[in-house]
């Protein structure tokens, strides 16, 4: 398997404009989560998801952020409109917590956005 | 609700030298344990685990055993290398609460 696929892995945009980050999480797993790390705040989960559905949004920081899974294998986050506080390393990760039982998290590598 | 703790970094060391990174928790019920590596530029990566108390996660000669008795669950490892520079993560995953709770992460730097 390749692995957790994110994509793009670098963003810069400006104030205002909307962003989507995507993940193809790996194939099989039932859990995926998406996480935010910044030097301020370190790692945040915002959101995750069990077999396509939304479990537990309280970590999205407010409407301008939304998050979608529209099946097994995509998911994306989007923000709209973004601002420069906005700017982190955002993380998608999956897991088989159904199976594994210990939800063991595989990691993508990351989307930098950076919002000037 | 949930908490990890992890010893405040950063931490420096030369090469060969034996490291401990020291991770308490506060958790309700009994919790799975964890260690996760982050090396510059990437995602995080499992390193290892402990599911049940008194067991022993072990990798690349890291070790780290979870002791109920004290909450804790620090890594170790006897000697380390200039490639083990990285961000280390402690994690536990309580299924009461569904989801995972991460330490702040402890950046080890080893000089040659």
């Known amino acids: 398997d390749a692995g957790v696929i994110q994509s793009p892995r670098h963003e810069v945009t400006e104030m205002g404009q909307e962003v989507t980050l995507r993940c193809k999480p790996i194939?099989?797993?039932?859990?995926l989560f998406w996480y935010r790390q910044t030097m301020m705040r370190g790692l945040e989960l915002l959101i995750y998801f069990n077999n396509n559905v939304p479990i537990d949004d309280s970590g999205m920081p407010e409407d301008r952020f939304s998050a979608k899974m529209p099946n097994a294998s995509f998911s994306t986050l989007k923000i709209q409109p973004s601002e420069p506080r906005d700017s982190a390393v955002y993380f998608c990760?999956?897991?088989?917590?159904?199976?594994?039982?210990?939800?063991?998290?595989?990691f993508g590598a990351g989307s930098r956005l950076t919002v000037l | 609700g949930d908490s990890v703790t992890q010893m405040e970094g950063p931490v420096t060391l030369s090469e060969e030298a034996f490291l401990t990174i020291n991770c308490t928790y506060t958790?309700?019920?009994?919790?799975?344990l964890f260690w996760y590596v982050q090396y510059p530029g990437e995602g995080l990566q499992l390193l290892l685990k402990?599911?049940?108390?008194?067991d022993k996660g072990s990798n690349k000669g890291f070790e780290a055993t979870y002791r109920k008795e004290t909450t804790s669950f620090h890594l170790e490892k006897g000697s380390v290398q200039v490639s083990d520079s990285a961000v280390y993560f402690c994690?536990?995953?309580?299924?009461?609460?569904?989801?995972?709770?991460f330490g702040d992460g402890t950046t080890l730097t080893v000089k040659p």
């Open positions: 990760a999956s897991s088989d917590r159904g199976r594994s039982g210990a939800n063991v998290l595989t």
């Open positions: 402990a599911t049940k108390a008194d």
């Open positions: 958790a309700t019920g009994y919790p799975s």
């Open positions: 994690a536990l995953y309580n299924t009461n609460a569904g989801k995972s709770t």
């Open positions: 194939s099989g797993h039932d859990y």
